[in-house]
């Protein structure tokens, strides 16, 4: 019967899952790491599944803006190409419980674990870096101390502001731009906690072409996509952000744009690549390759030689899990 049915695909999804997991982790790259492989991992229920959710993709128009909307949400790009193995790990993605990750609580965890496993963890600040002849020279810590003298430096995340470093890739990005607005409907009381995501046809190739936002105790948070341009400022196009804001959520809550307060909005960490116009696709989950240069001086930007560069400006379509792959692959020969 139905319940039957459900507790087998849920057996079966978890078994793929710790397959996946253990077996890449273990032994695959993240080249190697193709459509073949998964397919040859997963189970006969799943595979009827996934079939079936690829043939509704390409029905028609709205399910193609499906793909391209809802993927940016764990692959962090904004693609209407895409290969079997991304479609396949989108699918794996829907399944599964989908988590927003707090930084400081995440490094707090992992810290534990580090000092649990006999690391040293020390958290500073750095005063000042420098670089010579485009590598690592030095770095002031605002700690005990002082001055050290890397030889190679390792920048994870998805900015790089504040930091003398500019990451060049391939393609635009759009910023993400959190928001929060205060709201007096009571309506919102039915809809405390949830999380609600808006895009359309309409929205497809324009700068804000994607939302999200959580209803909070007597607000609206959440975080909008801009297409980033050169010499842009979150002050230059907020008011029209806050226009655009306001007429859909009244599309969502009729009546509600009464009853908002002033919105506030601040450019986020979070980023994500423009691929729209992207013609080709390979079958191989590849990065796109990234170069970084010492900004400390713009005027004559250096590029830099073991400094390395782990985000989602690479573009890796298998989102979070692409990169740990790529991580774990880099570590062996480093």
């Known amino acids: 019967d139905q319940e039957n049915s459900r507790t087998e695909i849920n057996a079966d999804f978890s078994r793929l899952c710790h397959r996946l997991g253990l077996n890449g982790f273990r032994f695959k790259s993240l080249e190697s790491f193709n ?3 998964v397919m040859s991992q997963c ?9 079936s959710f690829k043939k509704m993709l390409v029905k028609d128009d709205r399910t193609a803006s499906f793909l391209y909307f809802a993927r940016a949400l764990f692959h962090k790009r904004l693609a209407r190409k895409h290969s079997e193995l991304e479609v396949f790990h989108f699918f794996l993605c829907l399944l599964s419980p989908h988590f927003i990750l707090i930084g400081n609580e995440l490094e707090n965890v992992l810290g534990g674990e580090f000092s649990k496993r006999g690391g040293h963890l020390k958290k500073t600040r750095v005063r000042e870096w420098k670089f010579y002849k485009g590598l690592p020279w030095s770095i002031e810590l605002a700690s005990f101390e002082g001055i050290i003298h890397p030889q190679k430096i390792v920048f994870l995340g998805s900015r790089s502001e504040g930091l003398p470093l500019k990451v060049r890739h391939r393609g635009k990005k759009f910023s993400g731009i959190s928001f929060k607005v205060p709201c007096s409907d009571h309506r919102l009381d039915d809809h405390e906690g949830s999380w609600h995501f808006w895009a359309s046809l309409k929205k497809m190739g324009t700068d804000y072409p994607l939302w999200r936002l959580k209803v909070g105790e007597g607000h609206i948070e959440g975080l909008y996509l801009y297409r980033e341009k050169k010499g842009s400022k979150l ?4 008011d029209h952000m ?15 744009k009464a009853k908002l307060g002033l919105a506030k909005f601040r450019t986020s ?50 989102g979070l899990f692409g990169q740990l792959l790529e991580l774990k692959e880099t570590s062996k020969y480093r």
């Open 43 to 51: 189970p006969d229920s799943l595979k009827e599944l996934f079939l």
């Open 269 to 318: 960490d979070e980023i994500y690549l423009d691929q729209s116009l992207m013609q080709r696709v390979s079958q191989m989950a590849k990065l796109n390759k990234v170069s970084l240069f010492d900004y400390s001086k713009p005027v004559s930007l250096a590029k830099l030689k073991n400094v390395d560069y782990y985000g989602p400006l690479k573009g890796s379509p298998l």
């Open 35 to 37: 459509f073949d492989y």
């Open 235 to 238: 002050s230059f196009y907020q």
């Open 242 to 256: 806050q226009e655009l804001l306001f007429d859909e959520l009244e599309q969502w809550l009729p009546g509600v």
